[in-house]
């Protein structure tokens, strides 16, 4: 036995959490789900499979509901699309004397985040994240073989741009000949002046 907090949410799932372990929960079972209350164990089983989760309560501490009523959803600030915006208004950051060609820049393989030109006249993609992982270096990878093909475009170089750059991204990105940018989105945000109009 422990203290827990209990959730039962309006959409039938049901949460076990400890006071520590960050936002995961002990157990849970996901909706759609029955709950049978007694007075001293709580009976969630699953409808789709019949899985069961019992939950032996010695003492309660506190007993409320809340209704949250409709979910207006939720806007992140800060998002891998706002670090986009930020930069194509203000290419500095990447490096001095940059252009943006364009956001989103197709492929055969999906958009390239940021086309830019360096202050030599070189393209240059560069692919944002919110916090930069191994999976980001492989997608610029695949992004630039494919852009080097072309020989409009080529040389191209690469450029890997996040909020957080993890160690073992950042050994992979430069063995590769990318380039790795610390972002800081407060900075980036003040260097926009949001009385001008902008293309974006």
Same mark, same amino acid.
């Given at each position: 036995?422990?203290?827990?907090? /209990?959730?039962?949410?309006?959409? +039938?799932?049901?949460?076990?959490?400890? %006071?520590?372990?960050?936002?995961?929960?002990?157990?849970?079972?996901?909706?759609?789900?029955?709950?049978?209350?007694?007075?001293? @164990?709580?009976?969630?089983?699953?409808?789709?499979? +019949? %899985?069961?989760?019992?939950?032996?309560?010695?003492?309660? &501490?506190? !007993?409320?509901?809340?209704?949250?009523?409709?979910?207006?959803?939720? $806007?992140? %600030?800060?998002?891998?699309?706002?670090?986009? @915006?930020?930069?194509?208004?203000?290419?500095?950051?990447?490096?001095? *004397?940059?252009?943006?060609?364009?956001? @989103?820049?197709?492929?055969?393989? *999906?958009?390239?985040?940021?086309?830019?030109?360096?202050? %030599?006249?070189?393209?240059?993609?560069?692919?944002?994240? #919110? #916090?930069?992982?191994?999976?980001?270096?492989?997608?610029?990878?695949?992004?630039? @073989?494919?852009?080097?093909?072309?020989?409009?475009?080529?040389?191209?170089?690469?450029?890997?741009?996040?909020?957080?750059?993890?160690? $073992?991204?950042?050994?992979?990105?430069? !063995?590769?000949?990318?380039?790795?940018?610390? /972002?800081?989105?407060?900075?980036? #945000?003040?260097?926009? !002046?949001?009385? $001008?109009?902008?293309? &974006?």
């Amino acid at each position: 036995m422990a203290t827990r907090l /209990l959730i039962w949410k309006a959409d +039938g799932s049901v949460l076990v959490h400890a %006071d520590g372990g960050s936002y995961k929960p002990l157990n849970w079972m996901t909706p759609p789900c029955t709950v049978v209350e007694g007075a001293t @164990e709580w009976t969630v089983t699953s409808k789709k499979t +019949g %899985d069961q989760l019992k939950i032996s309560i010695e003492e309660v &501490f506190h !007993d409320s509901s809340h209704e949250l009523g409709i979910d207006p959803g939720l $806007q992140k %600030d800060g998002v891998e699309a706002h670090l986009q @915006e930020l930069l194509a208004a203000d290419t500095a950051p990447l490096g001095k *004397g940059w252009s943006l060609v364009r956001r @989103e820049y197709p492929t055969a393989i *999906g958009p390239v985040d940021l086309m830019c030109r360096d202050s %030599d006249g070189k393209h240059v993609a560069v692919e944002i994240k #919110r #916090r930069g992982e191994i999976d980001g270096v492989e997608q610029l990878t695949r992004y630039l @073989e494919l852009l080097n093909r072309d020989p409009l475009l080529a040389p191209v170089d690469g450029v890997f741009a996040a909020q957080a750059i993890k160690p $073992q991204a950042r050994v992979l990105a430069e !063995d590769r000949g990318i380039r790795c940018v610390v /972002l800081d989105y407060d900075d980036l #945000r003040g260097a926009i !002046d949001e009385s $001008q109009p902008r293309l &974006f």
